[in-house]
T-cell receptor, first 115, second 116 residues
Framework: AQSVTQPDIHITVSEGASLELRCNYSYGATPYLFWYVQSPGQGLQLLLKYFSGDTLVQGIKGFEAEFKRSQSSFNLRKPSVHWSDAAEYFCAVGPSKGNTGKLIFGQGTTLQVKP | GAVVSQHPSRVICKSGTSVKIECRSLDFQATTMFWYRQFPKQSLMLMATSNEGSKATYEQGVEKDKFLINHASLTLSTLTVTSAHPEDSSFYIC????????????FGPGTRLLVL
């Protein structure tokens, strides 16, 4: 069955520290991979996406993610976290071709940033 | 680019009334729009897929007669919660797939519905 797992429900980091949010997926073929961020009471904003090519993708707000096929992972990283990064982060996967565009979301990781 | 709006941002209604939520793609045409429901501290639950000019496809367990979806144009989809009850209170989010960016969903800001 297709699924997305974000093992960490809640993460707290100090401002200026590095961040890594984990995402593992189970999918029959190479999926399209996404990271979205959601601030309280808001919709989702696309941080970055991976379709093919270079497995290290750069996104907005200084985020990057690396696709590792052997580990079925697509972890999100940021070298130095800012207080404004506190939010909910969702990893999502979608079928790569001939699809309806439907996404499968992970349960989300809440990021808290300590001053 | 790729901006999606929702209206209203929040609505309070009495039990038994119907509420319409609009989802618009402002700067692109969307062949497909999606409607999600999100409970507090939880992930998004896909309710239905809306395709312009055709009937929506509902996910298992979602009552299509209760959650009416209309995708009348390439920039507008509406979700009507009919005969709303307190258990329908939730955060409803739409997303849109563009004609030229069919792999990526762009999300609206969400609508908070409270049914009294």
């Amino acid at each position: 069955a297709q699924s997305v797992t974000q093992p960490d429900i809640h993460i707290t980091v100090s401002e200026g520290a590095s961040l890594e949010l984990r995402c593992n997926y189970s999918y029959g073929a190479t999926p399209y991979l996404f990271w979205y961020v959601q601030s309280p009471g808001q919709g989702l904003q696309l941080l970055l996406k991976y379709f093919s090519g270079d497995t290290l993708v750069q996104g907005i707000k200084g985020f990057e993610a690396e696709f590792k096929r052997s580990q079925s992972s697509f972890n999100l990283r940021k070298p130095s976290v800012h207080w404004s990064d506190a939010a909910e982060y969702f990893c999502a996967v979608g079928p790569s071709k001939g699809n309806t565009g439907k996404l499968i979301f992970g349960q989300g990781t809440t990021l808290q940033v300590k001053p | 680019g790729a901006v999606v709006s929702q209206h209203p941002s929040r609505v309070i209604c009495k039990s038994g009334t119907s509420v319409k939520i609009e989802c618009r793609s402002l700067d692109f045409q969307a062949t497909t729009m999606f409607w999600y429901r999100q409970f507090p501290k939880q992930s998004l639950m896909l309710m239905a897929t809306s395709n312009e000019g055709s009937k929506a496809t509902y996910e298992q367990g979602v009552e299509k007669d209760k959650f009416l979806i209309n995708h009348a144009s390439l920039t507008l989809s509406t979700l009507t919660v009919t005969s709303a009850h307190p258990e329908d209170s939730s955060f409803y989010i739409c997303s849109a797939l563009g004609l030229t960016q069919q792999e990526t969903q762009y999300f609206g800001p969400g609508t908070r519905l409270l049914v009294l």
